[in-house]
């Protein structure tokens, strides 16, 4: 298939996001670039905050001539959201994809460890759809956030309670969003992956079946639909993303 060929499958299936402006954070990460990559496929300008200029310099698609990149974004810190959101154009879409993880057992777990989690996957999601909602027009907007399997499994998040606990929030919040924004036609979704084939996870668990894991393309697919014009009644839901495993 041609490049162009590509290109024109890709508009079909997700619709043409020309001039459409999208936010995407965590954009620089393994995820986050098949995502930003999914967006550029369809014609969008893709707004990405980063916390350092280190990001930047890692990251594969900071020279597209349609992406964005914001340093200096503390997404825990509410001002610095507000700050990077109040700069925008008018936006069509946020997808939510920065976060963090970390395993420990209860009694290892202290109070700071706690709320790390709650900080960096419940309050940045919080933030962010906040202030994304309020940068939509009353007549469309699409807000995407990512779950994670032990929110939706908690029986199978022993050892990692602090971020089943923090993911387990996105999860709500997103259904009640979902809810709270409808009459303003804002479509609220999430996705809950399970573990994603990467690098970093494939040498952390070599024994791993890996071909079980879902791909970055086909998770990122799945966001891109839910963020498009062709998405116009899914709102509410957790798609699980979660391939054979």
Not at 66 to 85: A, W
Not at 152 to 161: F, Q
Not at 209 to 230: G, H
Request: aromatic share 6%; glycine share 6%.
């Amino acid at each position: 298939m041609s490049a162009k060929n590509h290109a024109e499958s890709d508009h079909t299936q997700g619709g043409d996001l020309s001039n459409h402006h999208v936010v995407i954070t965590g954009g620089t990460g393994q995820l986050g670039t098949g995502v930003t990559q999914a967006f550029l496929d369809l014609g969008a300008q893709v707004h990405i905050p980063a916390f350092n200029e280190r990001e930047v310099e890692r990251f594969a698609l900071s020279a597209h001539e349609r992406v964005h990149i914001t340093p200096g974004i503390n997404l825990t810190d509410e001002q610095s959201v507000v700050k990077f959101y109040s700069a925008l154009p008018s936006l069509w879409a946020s997808v939510h994809l920065a976060g963090g993880f970390a395993m420990s057992s209860l009694g290892e777990t202290s109070k700071d460890d706690f709320m790390q989690q709650i900080n960096m996957n419940a309050v940045t999601t919080f933030l962010c759809c906040r202030e994304a909602a309020a940068k939509m027009n009353n007549n469309a907007g699409r807000i995407i956030n990512v779950a994670a399997r032990p929110a939706l499994e908690p029986r199978s998040a022993a050892g990692m309670v602090a971020y089943s606990a923090s993911k387990a929030a996105v999860s709500a919040m997103t259904q009640a969003l979902a809810e709270e924004l409808k009459d303003k036609n804002i479509l609220v979704n999430a996705v809950v992956p399970s573990i994603l084939d990467t690098q970093t996870n494939r040498e952390a668990m070599p024994d791993a079946n890996f071909a079980d894991w879902p791909k970055i393309d086909e998770v990122a697919a799945t966001i891109v639909f839910l963020a498009s014009t062709q998405n116009r009644v899914t709102t509410g839901s957790l798609v699980k993303v979660y391939g054979r495993s």
